[in-house]
């Protein structure tokens, strides 16, 4: 059976000052996310500078290998750019 996974992170950018400052940390983040191989989108608050909602999906026949890759792109975020991570949300489509 596959099992998608969906994860939701809400972030807080302080130090952007404009849309293009916020795509230039979006995009660093998101070329940083490929190395887990997992999809990566600006979901919601386009129109927002200092704030964004990703949306990072992975695929997998397990529940825990979709849920490990998901912890690292967390903890990955969490590493670069720490205190950006206001809201996660974790769902399992299948």
């Known amino acids: 059976m596959t099992v998608v996974g969906l994860l939701s992170v809400e972030l807080h950018l302080p130090g952007v000052h404009s849309l293009k400052d916020k795509r230039m940390v979006l995009r660093g983040l998101k070329d940083r996310l490929k190395k887990f191989n997992v999809g990566v989108a600006e979901t919601e608050y386009q129109d ?47």
């Not at 949306?55 to 720490?82: C, F, K, W, Y």
């Open 48 to 94: 927002l500078w200092q704030r964004a909602m990703l949306g990072v999906v992975a695929i997998s026949t397990q529940n825990t290998a979709v849920e490990q890759a998901l912890a690292a792109v967390v903890d990955e975020i969490e590493r670069v750019e720490p205190g950006l991570i206001t809201r996660t949300q974790l769902e399992f489509l299948t």
